[in-house]
Every structure is written in structure tokens, then in C-alpha cells.
């Protein structure tokens, strides 16, 4: 890896860092996915056994993903035909199918773009990242796990239903929201509303910390 | 799948998807989802492709299949 090549880190709120990819499905351009939402995750390496349960665990919520207008995207450095022999194998051996589709960043230029290589963990293999992009293209969460620990497949299905409800309804989500409980009401931000907050029929423990049933 | 081949020919997937595209006036990707139900980013790559190889044109969103497209058709 150049060492000196720019290494960036996106930014809650700001735009995902463009890129053009050659996938295990044909080439994809991040603009392909405005007006969906996106899942751009890596994995540090194909044939690999954290990263196999990871996948097929991926594989598993991709439809709950499709029902929630998201699309799912896989990267490693590994090559293309390293990708397809190990989709292959994960099917063959395992009987579950990857459906989507997995960048090979050979040149690693989407994985520094991404903040993807931590060099205390890899010098080579991107460790295990999530980034959550919104359909107007803005990154709107991310996750950094270590090349040791499989990610949970739950918080993720959890944060897009999070955000979701956020954008669809302006309201926050309280510690282990989960779809059907009680929403954050946003908090004043006068003091006259303040003082109006406890009477318009929340559940409230005082007035900044308000919650409603959607 | 792509719809054009590493040596420059159109695919299955190519050629169905120009077949389509003919058989319509001007059509955006989003109409071409609605109707199919394929991913949306699946087909703008597909549109982009076939644009670069000059068999769609592309005029404020919407897509038409162009005479070199009709004649890939033909082959």
C-alpha cells in the first residue's frame, strides 16, 4: 500500500466519498444508489472464517433489507475471481446464496476513501466497517469492528429502522429502540416551550426528555 | 449481469434489456423498476452501460434505443 496515499474518513452528515467499483456483479457508481438506501460494508478477507459467517448472516437479512428500500454492497481487497470462487463455495458448502454484489478493491483507493484500513489491526485487509448511507447519498451511521468479532446482523436491520423512523417521523430513538416503542420527542429549544412541554401530553421525565408512541 | 461482454458485444441481459427499451417511447429508470421490480441501481448501471456503447441515448432522464442499438439488435 502507498503510504502516502490520502487516507479520509467520512463524516456523519456529510456526503459518502464517491466511487466507481468493480464488483462480482459488473461496475457500480455510487450515484447508482441515490433515491435508496445503502449498507457499504468490508470484510478483511474471502475464505476467511469470521467473514463467512458474515456474510451468510448478511445474506440472511437481505430481504428485510430489500422490504426497507435498502441495497447491500460487500468490499474487500480481494480480487473479482477470488470473490466469485468464494460465493461459490459459501454456496456449495454452505447452501446459502450471496445475492449481492462484493467490490474488489484491488487498489485499495475505496478502502482509504472509507477509512477502511487501520494499520494496528491490518496493514492489507480493510477491517470490518458499516456504513450506513442515506438515499440522498449522505452518511448517516457507521460501525468499526475489529478483525476478531463478527458483527450483529440485528443492530444493523435496528439502526436503518432507527433512522428511518427519524426521517419519516423528525423524531429521535431512545437506548435499545426497537420498531413499536415509544419515540423521542425532540426537546425545546426555548425557554417558553419549555414551560409548555409538560402539558402537551407526552411521557415525560422532565422537559427535555419526552416520549410518544408513534 | 453486464450488458456488454469484455469484447464489446451485448449480453443476454443486453439484449433483453434493449429489446425492452424498444418496445417503449422514452423511458426513466425509475419507470423501468416499477414495472420489472429489479433494484434500482442494477438498472442505471444496465442504462449507463448501454449508453457508453452508444446503443441508448439519454435525454433529461429518459432512455431510447438508438439506431447503432437497433442494429446490435439485428446482428
Not at chain 1, 13 to 18: F, R, S, V
Not at chain 1, 38 to 53: E, G, K, N, Q
Not at chain 1, 175 to 194: F, H, M, R, S, Y
Amino acid at each position: 500500500m502507498d503510504e502516502t496515499a490520502k487516507v479520509t474518513l467520512p463524516r456523519l452528515g456529510g456526503k459518502a466519498p464517491d466511487f466507481e467499483a468493480v464488483t462480482t456483479q459488473g461496475t457500480f457508481k455510487l450515484e447508482d444508489f441515490k433515491g435508496t438506501w445503502l449498507i457499504l460494508f468490508s470484510h478483511p478477507a474471502d475464505f476467511t472464517p469470521v467473514c463467512t459467517t458474515e456474510f451468510i448472516a448478511f445474506a440472511e437479512i437481505y430481504e428485510e433489507l430489500k422490504k426497507r428500500n435498502v441495497a447491500l454492497l460487500g468490499l474487500s481487497v480481494d480480487s473479482v475471481p477470488s470473490h466469485i470462487a468464494w460465493v461459490r463455495n459459501v454456496e456449495e458448502k454452505m447452501g446459502v446464496e450471496i445475492p449481492f454484489p462484493v467490490i474488489a478493491d484491488l487498489n485499495k483507493e475505496i478502502a482509504m476513501r472509507y477509512g477502511m484500513i487501520h494499520p494496528d489491526q491490518s496493514k492489507t485487509e480493510t477491517v470490518r466497517c458499516v456504513f450506513i448511507i442515506d438515499p440522498e447519498g449522505i452518511v448517516r451511521a457507521m460501525l468499526y469492528y475489529p478483525l476478531t468479532t463478527g458483527r450483529n446482523m440485528s443492530e444493523i436491520l435496528r439502526v436503518i429502522d432507527a433512522l428511518q423512523t427519524t426521517d419519516k417521523n423528525k423524531v429521535a430513538t431512545p437506548a435499545n429502540w426497537k420498531p413499536g416503542d415509544p419515540v423521542i420527542v425532540p426537546p425545546p429549544t426555548t425557554q417558553e416551550a419549555a414551560k409548555e412541554r409538560l402539558e402537551q401530553g407526552y411521557e415525560c421525565k422532565d422537559w427535555y426528555l419526552c416520549k410518544k408512541k408513534l | 449481469m453486464p450488458c456488454i461482454s469484455a469484447d464489446g458485444k451485448l449480453t443476454s441481459d443486453g439484449r433483453m434489456r434493449l429489446e425492452r427499451l424498444k418496445a417503449v417511447k422514452a423511458v426513466s429508470a425509475e419507470e423501468i423498476v416499477s414495472v420489472t421490480g429489479e433494484p434500482l441501481f442494477k438498472v442505471r448501471r444496465s442504462l449507463r452501460e448501454l449508453k457508453t456503447a452508444g446503443y441508448v441515448e439519454e435525454s433529461e432522464g429518459k432512455y431510447t434505443v438508438t439506431e447503432q442499438g437497433l442494429k446490435a439488435l439485428n446482428e
